[in-house]
Each structure stands twice: as structure tokens, then as C-alpha cells.
T-cell receptor, first 116, second 111 residues
Framework: KAGVTQTPRYLIKTRGQQVTLSCSPI?????VSWYQQTPGQGLQFLFE???????NKGNFPGRFSGRQFSNSRSEMNVSTLELGDSALYLC???????????????FGAGTRLSVL | EDKVVQSPLSLVVHEGDTVTLNCSYE??????LLWYKQEKKAPTFLFML????IEKKSGRLSSILDKKELFSILNITATQTGDSAVYLC???????????FGTGTRLTIIP
């Protein structure tokens, strides 16, 4: 079974631009979560989608947005990029269900975004 | 607000040593505590703990949760250089579909 796939792996953008990152979850997984990882702040939750609906959102400005498609694939968008948005963006997927194991989040390799 | 504190921040030991990594937490409506290993990019899942006092074990790694004292430990015995990584602890609450992570423990194994 293929793991969580994130594209692109690396991105270089300049301040003020916008960027779209993509995440394909493990087959059969219905929930997709996004996290930002920086050396100073560690892993921080951005948002979570399930059945095309955002169920939870972290404390990030409105420049950060996302969506989920009917096949569970997800995209996140960052508009008006700032230098501080440079980070590793990680996507994780889970099945979702009552059984313990269904709620384990499995991570992709991430997209490394550099804002110049 | 949910909170996770890991200690130590970093640890350097020799191959063959045993290490214990600590994780204390505060979370509303505790659902689970998870341990991940991050070597380069993707954090890889190690354990999920939901019940107090029940040890989860996989090879040389084991973990246990104390829900009364709000902490968990991750033990690694007979360490190998391949165990060098950042170990992340995270918690999740019911009705709050997100993981709150600690800053991690960087473990370095010297041959």
C-alpha cells in the first residue's frame, strides 16, 4: 500500500507570492491533517479535513487555507507569502473510526517551502 | 490549551546503552498519546497508547502511559546507530481532531 504522498517536495517562492501544496492520503484514509514544522516552533497543527469538510483549524492566519476533494486528496494554499512561512509542511492521513488503530495519523515526507 | 513537554531536549549515548525519553502532557478529554520517530522528513509511527499501565512493545522499543500522573515514557534498550533520530510525543483529545506535539528529544547514538 502506498504511503502518504506530498508534492512538490521542494518549493522556492518570493515574498508576496502564493503557493499550493498537494497531499494524497493512503488509500482508504478519509481524514487529512496538515502541520507546519519549524525549528523554533516544532510541529504545529494547521487544519484537518474529513469528507471534504474542515473539522478543526489551528491558530494560523487566514492566509493559510485548504480543501479536500471527494477522493480524499487535499490541497493547502498559502497566499501573500512571508519570510516566516518558510517551513516543512507535513500532511498526515488516518482512516477514522471507533477502533484505536483507525485514528493513527501517518505522515508524508513533507514539502519544504523556502520563502525568499 | 493542550500542551506536551518532552525531556530531555537532547541525549547522546553510546551504542548498546538503554535510554528513557519522557513526555508529560495536558489535554482536554484525553483520547490517545502517540510516539513518532523522525529521522529526516516523515515522522514514522511507533506507538499509540490509550490505557494507563499497559506497556506497548516493539522489538527493543517499549512505551507506557500513566494517565493519573499525565506522562509517558519511551524506552529503547541496546541502542543502535539507526536509533539516532528525533522522537516526538503527541496527544489527541476526543472531539478535537488534531495532534499536539512536543518539541521532541534528539537522540544521538555514538558507535
Amino acid at each position: 500500500k502506498a504511503g502518504v504522498t506530498q508534492t512538490p517536495r521542494y518549493l522556492i517562492k518570493t515574498r508576496g507570492q502564493q503557493v499550493t501544496l498537494s497531499c494524497s492520503p493512503i488509500s482508504g484514509h478519509r481524514s487529512v491533517s496538515w502541520y507546519q514544522q519549524t525549528p523554533g516552533q516544532g510541529l504545529q497543527f494547521l487544519f484537518e479535513y474529513f469528507s471534504e469538510t474542515q473539522r478543526n483549524k489551528g491558530n494560523f492566519p487566514g492566509r493559510f487555507s485548504g480543501r479536500q476533494f471527494s477522493n480524499s486528496r487535499s490541497e493547502m494554499n498559502v497566499s501573500t507569502l512571508e519570510l516566516g512561512d518558510s517551513a516543512l509542511y507535513l500532511c498526515a492521513s488516518s482512516v477514522v473510526g471507533l477502533a484505536e488503530a483507525k485514528n493513527i495519523q501517518y505522515f508524508g515526507a513533507g514539502t519544504r517551502l523556502s520563502v525568499l | 490549551e493542550d500542551k506536551v513537554v518532552q525531556s530531555p531536549l537532547s541525549l547522546v549515548v553510546h551504542e548498546g546503552d538503554t535510554v528513557t525519553l519522557n513526555c508529560s502532557y495536558e489535554v482536554t478529554n484525553f483520547r490517545s498519546l502517540l510516539w513518532y520517530k523522525q529521522e529526516k522528513k516523515a515522522p514514522t509511527f511507533l506507538f499509540m497508547l490509550t490505557s494507563s499501565g499497559i506497556e506497548k512493545k516493539s522489538g527493543r522499543l517499549s512505551s507506557i502511559l500513566d494517565k493519573k500522573e499525565l506522562f509517558s515514557i519511551l524506552n529503547i534498550t541496546a541502542t543502535q546507530t539507526g536509533d539516532s533520530a528525533v522522537y516526538l510525543c503527541a496527544v489527541e483529545g476526543f472531539g478535537n481532531e488534531k495532534l499536539t506535539f512536543g518539541t521532541g528529544t534528539r537522540l544521538t547514538i555514538i558507535p
